[in-house]
């Protein structure tokens, strides 16, 4: 009798914590089966975060949850509606490729209140021909913020400034820059990879950085 009682017990806590699992926020109107996932919304969401989720998902779920967008009228980008269609299609893509085809400026500019910054500078990114660097870039999407750090440890350039997107490095300041872009660290200031462009695998990568 108590095995009995344990076992519906250990049963019934199954069961509350399958039905309490975190879903999308959207319902059906044909009455289809949630997925039970966080789902970025397209209409609010970085647009990052909306393709690593078709890249990340099995085509069947992106389509489920696309129908499920389209069935409440959700604005979806055409660009990212594009995504949606191609991994239903194809059942992959190839996030990079997205990722260098796609500025999230628009979303970084609201969320990051780059209105409130006077001036920008533009450069180079040094170094992304080093492949570590090339393959790190691969994870990154048009106005993507990054952070410039001091290298004084760096064997060639003591005055030597970093570039890391997330927590991965990907290139360096030039060095005819770093004097500019050491005085722009001392004030308040935003840095981004305003532009990737791939000539035949030679990598040109632009930083903007907005200050005041």
Not at 29 to 34: E, I, L, P, V, Y
Not at 92 to 117: P, R
Not at 178 to 198: C, G, N, P, Q, Y
Request: glycine share 4%.
């Amino acid at each position: 009798m108590v095995w009995t009682i344990i076992i519906i017990a250990i049963l019934l806590v199954f069961v509350f914590a399958s039905s309490s699992k975190k879903t999308s926020g959207h319902a059906s109107s044909s009455g289809q089966r949630q997925v039970n996932m966080d789902v970025p919304n397209p209409e609010t969401a970085n647009p990052k975060k909306v393709i690593h989720f078709i890249s990340n998902y099995d085509k069947d779920v992106v389509q489920q949850v696309y129908n499920q967008f389209k069935g409440l009228n959700i604005h979806i980008p055409q660009n990212l509606d594009n995504i949606f269609r191609e991994k239903i299609a194809k059942g992959y893509i190839f996030k990079e490729d997205y990722y260098w085809q796609t500025s999230i400026e628009d979303f970084q500019i609201e969320h990051e209140n780059l209105n409130n910054f006077s001036k920008t500078h533009s450069f180079d990114l040094k170094g992304v021909h080093v492949s570590t660097y090339k393959k790190n870039l691969k994870d990154c999407i048009l106005f993507e913020m990054v952070t410039l750090k001091k290298d004084p440890n760096n064997k060639y350039d003591k005055n030597a400034i970093r570039v890391i997107a997330g927590n991965r490095l990907i290139g360096h300041v030039d060095a005819d820059e770093t004097e500019t872009v050491h005085e722009i660290m001392t004030r308040e200031h935003k840095a981004f990879i305003s532009d990737i462009l791939d000539l035949d695998g030679y990598l040109d990568v632009t930083i903007k950085i907005y200050y005041n």
